[in-house]
């Protein structure tokens, strides 16, 4: 995804605020059925000296009042009343606004105006008549956010309304203002109540708890990545600013004057966590300004804290601290903005939305101090909202360029691994042809051995014999056959057998029978299941029908058997081959004291090479020979 430029976020912001603009236009005009409602724009006004905020009176004449009236055109937006001849702190503007008999209208039953705007205690009269009293809430949270509504009751709504009263109570340096008031039936003006009040306060309200719930977000993020302070400052940004606007829709249960110290300082706060953010994107620590701003937001808080060494909570100390945390936002802005600016297009994104809150905290200094009419918008409310859509932009971005990031590693990782996989594959063949290699060297050489200390041997001997005219045709017969059957048996070894002993007995049968049937010898096949032998290679196949060969070509050549039994069975921790004849006995003792007994001790030489035994039972009914193997060699069990 490509970068948000600041163009198009300027452009954004723009039609927003266009867009805003025709709502709030909308909102103020047309609303109300034409022909039900007055629109009450002429009034005469006075100010009069007061000891204080007292209770007003339950009815009101405006004859009794001085006669000092000055006529004005609704609004109104009032200069502070401080003057050399006025030594009185308090005063009681008087705003009188006289209906026409033609205009009095008998069906009228609410009373709406934009804002009534003063620090002290309202009263409204109608007819004379007290209808309407709110007690003073302070400047930072008062009637300046909310619409004035007011429901005539029976009694009074009965008669038409020929003079409403207003009476605000204030000090003498708070800039008063009154809008224009409307006049009619209850559901004709309560649209147009009910839209002021959702955009002044219900839709910041709900902004201000997204920007919030972000925040909060952003938290637990910093909580994983703590190395990452840009989460943490963005929740300090939107903590703040939550408090900071408070006051537009919400009045907590506590004291009004640190419910003011929160509302005041909280901005100071917010702009701390701004200045230090903005030093995370551009970089640059700017050290003389985060000094000047610290130092300025711990001043402005020690010197607006409710105690006794604080300032008075006054409009003129309100409205210089005020211009003071402007003034520090606009340093913040400027220079901070500034290096962001030229340090990527994420920071500008962020100083555009710097901008535009600045030029709505300008507006709502200026409806404060009724630089602008009354029936303006208190356009700091939607600060929030401009900062939530541009983080929220920037969050987005990050979010996807985070997804585009893995999956580039992913791809990256997926083709690294494609090309391990290859490499890993051509190595393994490599590795197989080289085993390869070595497995039929190792068996070339495995077979040779055998060939030159059996077979080979064997001819060398018969060689000799016959060259020396020692052996009879018959004799050298024989021996050829022999030497024919141990060629047999190594080519039989090399037959894959799956540690099947059952298996390879049965090759070395298919081999012998020819041989028996020839020497009228029965063969009775006597196995049975036999457990793996995992060990079993050519090696050992090859011993192990060696081993068996020799005692079935000794029952043949020596005993004169007519039957010989071939039998497996399971004994302890191994299985057993034994073989069985009826022929002629011999001393098996004797046999392996002599010279001549080289058959019986080759068995068991092989027999120990596979870690197995042999034992021969021999008597006048035959011989019993007996091949034990483990079922697990030595090597395999320490394994």
Known sequence: MKSVPAAAALFFSVALLAALGAFLSLAVSGIERSGECLHLTQASWQAVPATGFGAMPATQDSRSLPSGWHDTRLPLAMPTRVKAADTSAYFTTWVRLAVDEAQAL????????????????????????????????????????????????????????????????????????????????????????????????????????????????????????????????????????????????????????????????????????????????????????????????????????????????????????????????????????????????????????????????????????????????????????????????????????????????????????????????????????????????????RLMQDMHDGLGSTLISAIRSVEQGRMRDAEVSQLLKDCMDDLKLAIDSMEPVEADLLLLLATLRYRLEPRMESANVALVWDVKELPALDWLDPSSALNILRIVQESVANTLRHTRATVIRVATAVEGDGVQVVIEDNGQGFDVAAALSRGGGRGLHNQQRRAQVINGRVEWVSGEAGTRFTLWLPVLRGDEVCG
Request: charged content about 15%; hydrophobic content about 50%.
């Open 106 to 445: 008998t069906a009228s039953r609410a009373l709406y105006g934009v804002r009534l705007k003063t620090d002290g205690p309202i009263a409204i009269y109608i007819n004379g008549k007290l209808a309407y009293r709110a007690q003073p809430r302070g400047q930072q949270w008062n009637s300046l956010f909310m619409p004035l509504w007011m429901n005539l009751e029976p009694g009074t709504s009965d008669a038409p309304v020929h003079e409403i009263l207003i009476g605000l109570q204030h000090t003498s340096s708070y800039p008063v203002a009154v809008s224009s008031l409307w006049l009619g039936p209850a559901d004709a003006l309560r649209g147009r109540y009910q839209v002021r009040q959702w955009l002044q306060s219900g839709l910041p309200a709900m902004l201000n708890a997204a920007f919030l719930a972000v925040g909060i977000f952003a938290l637990f993020v910093w909580f994983r990545r703590r190395e990452d302070a840009s989460y943490l400052l963005f929740f300090c940004l939107a903590a703040t600013a939550f408090a900071g606007h408070l006051h537009y829709y919400v009045d907590l249960p506590i004291a009004r004057d640190w419910f003011g110290w929160l509302v005041i300082n909280s901005l100071c706060w917010g702009l701390t966590s701004l200045h230090f953010f903005l030093r995370l994107l551009h970089g640059r620590p700017l050290r003389w300004l985060g000094r000047a701003v610290v130092a300025t937001v711990v001043l402005i808080g020690l010197a607006t804290m409710p105690l006794p060494w604080a300032l008075p909570n006054s409009s003129p100390m309100l409205a210089t601290i005020y211009a003071l945390e402007l003034l520090l936002a606009l340093a913040i802005c400027i220079v901070g903005g500034a290096a962001t600016w030229r340090a990527s297009r994420e920071g500008r994104v962020v100083v555009v939305a710097l901008a535009i809150c600045e030029l709505l905290g300008m507006s709502d200094w200026m409806l404060h101090n009724n630089v602008v009419g009354p029936e303006g918008w208190f356009l700091g409310a939607y600060t929030n909202g401009v900062t939530f859509i541009f983080f929220g932009l920037l969050m987005y971005r990050r979010y996807v360029r985070a997804i585009e990031e893995v999956e580039r590693v992913n791809a990256s990782l997926a083709e690294r691994l494609r090309l391990r996989e290859a490499e890993l594959e051509a190595s393994h063949q490599r590795l197989r042809e080289i085993e390869q290699r070595q497995l039929l060297s190792d068996e070339r050489q």
